[in-house]
């Protein structure tokens, strides 16, 4: 069951992918948990390197800093959704997983004008009812091929998970956000965002959204 609800291959509760069968050394660099108060620094170090990302979304976090929230979108990166209040959806009722995931989707299409087509679980948890919201909204689930465990990690750790876990195809998972808290600390994010994509670039990898890396012919 534990694999079911958390491993990232699982597709038990609703179609999920985790990796891409990509040629060449493509990769994807995903946040999750904004927008946040310094999402925009991120934007910053992101248009540098000129690398796109794909950022999930949280409806709250989204009403509360809807101008944030639309910046990314008009930096051309792609914006996933990923709950309304990120809840632990385990052993919530089916119809939970609808009315959030709903509830996220208005805010974040009311906001900034896009209409996700990607979802990502808070916690990366997975639980009955969810293949129908996805059904419904139009949602594909998407895990990761490696997580920076940004919130607890130091800088060093976070780059070096993340660089062992980077294969072409690969999905990277860092936050923008800390949940629900306004004025986040993610410091340790921003430094291993400016150590990791340069080298990761210096290695022959490529970076594109979700959508580019996932559905190559769009």
Known sequence: MTWAVRGRSSTVFGPSVWRAQAAGKTIALTFDDGPSESTPELLEILAQYQVPATFFQIGANVDRLPDIARD??????????????????????????????????????????????????????????????????????????????????KTGEVV?????GTRPGAILCLHDGRELRPEPDIGVTLQAVRQLVPLLLDQGYRFETLSRLLCPTN
């Open 160 to 164: 070096r998970r993340l660089v062992s």
């Open 72 to 153: 990314v979108g008009r930096a051309g990166h792609v914006i996933g959704n990923h709950s309304y209040t990120h809840p632990l959806f385990c052993f919530r009722n089916p119809g939970f997983a609808t009315a959030d995931l709903a509830r996220a989707q208005r805010a974040i299409e009311a906001r900034t004008g896009v209409r996700p087509a990607w979802f990502r679980a808070p916690y990366g948890v997975r639980w009955f009812g969810m293949r129908a919201a996805q059904r419904r909204l139009g949602l594909m689930g998407v895990m990761w091929s490696a997580i920076g465990y940004d919130w607890k990690l």
